[in-house]
């Protein structure tokens, strides 16, 4: 019961708590009882540090090919990890 309605009873009780003294909520307590924006932009590519980037979707009927990527972890033995983009979302 408590994983289900947990953060519904924390939103209402933060948001109770700033409707009768704002001042005694944080704004870091005001975000997380709000939980995250629901309005997202969605890209088919994106460019950082003169690399680019492509989704998988819109590389399909192209030559190249550019939506892998890899990550060194960081764990032990920096295992690295490869994904193909499927979204860009920008948050």
Known sequence: MHKQ???QWFSKKIMMM???NPKSVSLSL???????????S????????EF????KNR?????????GV????????NIPY??????VIEL
């Open 82 to 87: 490869y994904v193909t983009l499927i979204k």
């Open 52 to 55: 680019r980037f492509h989704t």
């Open 70 to 77: 890899m990550v060194r972890g960081e764990n032990e033995g």
């Open 59 to 67: 590389e399909q009927n192209r030559r190249t090919q550019n939506s």
């Open 42 to 49: 969605s890209h088919s590519c994106y460019y950082i540090n």
């Open 30 to 40: 005001l975000s997380l009882a709000r939980g995250p924006d629901k309005r997202v």
């Open 5 to 7: 309605q947990f953060a």
């Open 18 to 20: 700033y409707q009768e």
